[in-house]
């Protein structure tokens, strides 16, 4: 489920100084034809890349050391000795994200990523902030070692409802959901927000396709969730799936303060959260929401730790072990009409201040130590 701080903590962080020094690149929005074939170095992690979404990484490995400082080659401050200037790489700033789940299976469908500012630290880690940009899928594997290099096809947006009036006023349907969630987290959490922070400017500054994008970027505790949408050809689809979910968050908050309200105790705590659990779950497998659509990638050669693998074939993960486990739980638990009086204590504060960083806000951050 969202991290109930994470939703508004995520356009905070998105806009807060690194105190590393980052080195802006102000690149120009890298736009690649929908079906070109093209060969990108891949970085697998834990993180699902979404378009428009804000992944920053910490890299330490020495083969991933190597890796973006060649990327950057060019740029001021970058170690000139881990640059290979023979590689088609070098300078591009551009590289492939793609989930990988428990059992290391990598997903087929990705994201090309631009590496957007970045600070080495003394202690030779090299810190970027990358911004997602195109969607990809893996059609081969170019080569193994030292990192994965594989040949990926640009894709493209399903364009027939891309600037519908339906569309258009779907998506304002979203952006709307998103701004009252958020606000809804912010008074529930009893944090100090701005109004800026109150409300990102994405809500108002992008079109349907890259909202829809942005909106799936906050729901980074659920990784399948956020693979099946960065899969979803159809804006229309990713939007509809977006406004199930973000309803029954609303009724989350609502409920939550109702009880907080009527038993002002840490129990309402625990109930609220089997309701958003069950309510997840029902939004999830609402007959509006898509099914994960993403096609399997050739299996990589012998030698490769990471199968590739869609998440349809990752979907019966215990993400949704855990939320049918609570909301049978749910459906076990009586709340009794004749409730005790309020007790004095007050709730327990839950969730932790932000996830670490995140898409659209922000993405998860990660680090360079994937296989």
């Known amino acids: 489920m969202m991290n109930r701080q994470a939703v508004a903590g995520r ?17 120009q929005r890298v736009v690649c034809a929908a079906g070109r074939l093209i060969q990108l170095p891949i970085f697998p992690l834990n993180v699902v890349a979404l378009p ?48 990988i789940d428990d059992q290391s299976r990598l997903a087929a469908i990705g994201c090309l990523l631009e590496i957007v500012e970045f600070a080495h630290i003394e202690d030779g880690r090299l810190i970027t902030t990358n911004k997602g940009r195109e969607r990809f899928k893996i059609t081969r594997v170019v080569k193994e070692k030292p990192v994965l290099i594989c040949e990926v096809e640009i894709l493209e947006e399903a364009e027939a409802d891309l600037i519908t009036p339906e569309v258009v006023a779907l998506g304002e349907e979203v952006a709307g959901l998103l701004r009252t969630v958020i606000r809804l987290n912010v008074k529930m959490s009893a944090i100090a927000a701005g109004e800026d922070q109150l409300e990102p400017e994405e809500l108002a500054g992008l079109g349907p396709r890259e909202l829809s994008f942005w909106v799936a970027s906050f729901f980074s505790d659920i990784k399948l969730l956020q693979q099946n949408l960065l899969e979803e050809d159809s804006t229309k689809a990713r939007l509809l799936m977006e406004k199930t979910i973000l309803t029954e968050t609303v009724k989350y908050y609502q409920a939550k303060s109702a009880l907080k309200t009527a038993f002002d105790t840490s129990d309402s705590s625990e109930i609220a959260d089997l309701l958003q659990v069950a309510a997840l779950e029902k939004a999830l497998n609402s007959s509006d929401a898509p099914s994960a659509a993403g096609a399997v990638a050739e299996t990589p050669a012998a030698g490769v730790d990471a199968a590739v693998a869609s998440s349809e074939a990752v979907a019966a993960s215990g993400e949704q072990a855990e939320a049918q486990a609570g909301a049978d739980e749910l459906r076990s638990t009586e709340v009794q009409a004749d409730a005790p009086s309020p007790s004095s204590s007050s709730e327990e504060e839950e969730g932790s201040g932000g996830d670490g960083g995140g898409g659209g806000g922000g993405g998860d951050s990660g680090s360079a130590d994937s296989p």
Do not use: W
């Open 52 to 99: 428009e979404a804000t992944v920053p990484l910490v890299v330490f490995e020495a083969r991933y050391r190597v890796l973006f400082n060649t990327l950057l080659a060019g740029s001021p401050g970058v170690e000139e000795g881990l640059v290979a200037p023979d590689s088609p790489f070098s300078g591009t700033k551009k590289f492939g994200m793609c989930f």
């Open 11 to 27: 356009s905070f962080q998105q806009r807060s100084s690194c105190p590393h020094g980052l080195r802006s690149q102000r690149p």
